[in-house]
């Protein structure tokens, strides 16, 4: 089993950039295809990204791609998610998820561990 702790949220102002992590404990992350998710505030969790176990595919939820790039660390125990040009549509709860099945899943039934989340607040 492994635990997924994502940190690097907090407060930007809409053009500005962050850089999220997912730290894995337990278990390296090679064995999982990775993804992020995000939840509004009265909206349900949506997918954002998702990367394959070895890092050579990736997906982006259509509404975000070209702002985003998801990527695995060098030690397979950190996934980052970086992300410009930031929007105030883009606040949200951001989770991290590991899916130990589908090659890029996209649906959240199909990820088996997920992390707590890190809030991330754009201000217009």
């Known amino acids: 089993q492994v635990q997924l702790a994502e940190s690097g949220g907090g407060l930007v102002q809409a053009g500005g950039s962050l850089s999220l992590s997912c730290a894995a404990s337990g278990r390296t992350l090679s064995r999982y295809a990775m993804g992020w998710f995000r939840q509004a505030p009265g909206k349900e969790r949506e997918f954002v990204a998702v990367?394959?176990?070895?890092?050579?595919?990736?997906y982006y939820a259509d509404s975000l791609k070209g702002r985003l790039t998801i990527s695995r660390g060098n030690a397979d125990t950190t996934v980052y998610l970086q992300m410009n040009d930031l929007k105030a549509e883009d606040t949200a709860v951001y989770y991290c998820?590991?899916?130990?099945?589908?090659?890029?899943?996209?649906?959240?039934?199909?990820?088996?561990?997920w992390g707590q989340g890190t809030q991330v607040t754009v201000s217009s």
């Open positions: 998820a590991a899916a130990e099945g589908p090659l890029t899943p996209r649906k959240e039934s199909e990820y088996d561990y």
């Open positions: 990367i394959s176990r070895r890092g050579g595919r990736s």
